[in-house]
């Protein structure tokens, strides 16, 4: 099961949010995602929503203690990240605490238009 952690700034268009998730996929369809996941506070983003519903996932609102204990697993550290949400990375924290235990991070996060960041967690078979 593959999940997408997003984090995005404010008002972030659902176009941009849409390729990053292409971005991270690298050429896996679409279809492997399990579903989308960000933390409680982007959960309401309408650009957020609005991909989703277009991918035909649902939006996982990660609870702050969640993210929190993916931390140290982050790949990626962004001043940015740790000023606002107070973890390295959000799109991998957010992955990595909806993939759930043992989940792993495919690759560090990716950026589109300096609005959205992305990131794929799973768990190894």
């Given at each position: 099961?593959?999940?997408?952690?997003?984090?995005?700034?404010?008002?972030?268009?659902?176009?941009?949010?849409?390729?990053?998730?292409?971005?991270?996929?690298?050429?896996?369809?679409?279809?492997?995602?399990?579903?989308?996941?960000?933390?409680?506070?982007?959960?309401?983003?309408?650009g957020l929503?609005?991909?989703?519903?277009?991918l035909g996932?649902?939006?996982?609102?990660?609870?702050?203690?969640?993210?929190?204990?993916?931390?140290?697993?982050?790949?990626?550290?962004?001043?940015?990240?740790?000023?606002?949400?107070?973890?390295?990375?959000?799109?991998?924290?957010?992955?990595?605490?909806?993939?759930?235990?043992?989940?792993?991070?495919?690759?560090?996060?990716?950026?589109?238009?300096?609005?959205?960041?992305?990131?794929?967690?799973?768990?190894?078979?």
């Amino acid at each position: 099961m593959m999940v997408a952690g997003l984090g995005c700034r404010r008002g972030a268009r659902a176009e941009d949010v849409a390729a990053a998730i292409a971005l991270a996929l690298d050429g896996r369809a679409p279809g492997a995602l399990a579903r989308l996941a960000t933390s409680a506070a982007k959960a309401r983003e309408p650009g957020l929503l609005e991909a989703a519903a277009s991918l035909g996932l649902t939006l996982e609102a990660v609870p702050r203690d969640a993210l929190l204990a993916a931390a140290p697993r982050c790949l990626t550290h962004s001043a940015r990240a740790l000023a606002e949400a107070g973890v390295p990375s959000l799109a991998e924290t957010a992955a990595l605490a909806s993939a759930g235990p043992g989940a792993v991070l495919l690759g560090p996060r990716v950026a589109v238009a300096r609005a959205v960041t992305c990131a794929l967690a799973e768990v190894p078979a």
